[in-house]
Nanobody, 119 residues
């Protein structure tokens, strides 16, 4: 079983920054695409950013120029650097990974971490 564990959420003032981390743990697996999604209260879960194993990135228009996704393949960890945060960025942030293990490919989600942007 491969687990994804997020960290780094919290309360921040508008204009502030946070860095989220998501680490995959387990044995005998590899990961292709990793990504961050968010779900605000009462809304659907939306894509924030994705990154391929080769480092190609994709961002939602709402976060372009403010958020940066990166990964450390040796640590099976993906990061989301969030700058110039706005109240509308408030949500539970989830990481997702495409995992390959014992000949099987599947997607796995983390448990989520709360980000609140408020003065």
């Amino acid at each position: 079983q491969v687990q994804l564990v997020e960290s780094g959420g919290g309360l921040v003032q508008p204009g502030g920054s946070l860095r989220l981390s998501c680490a995959a743990s387990g044995s005998g697996f590899s990961i292709s695409t990793m990504g961050w999604y968010r779900q605000a209260a009462g809304k659907q879960r939306d894509l924030v950013a994705t990154i391929s194993s080769g480092g190609s990135t994709n961002y939602a228009d709402s976060v372009k120029g403010r958020f940066t996704i990166s990964r450390d393949n040796a640590k099976n960890t993906v990061y989301l650097q969030m700058n110039s945060l706005k109240p509308e960025d408030t949500a539970v942030y989830y990481c997702k990974a495409r995992i390959f293990r014992i000949g099987v490919s599947y997607e796995n989600w983390g448990q989520g971490t709360q980000v609140t942007v408020s003065s």
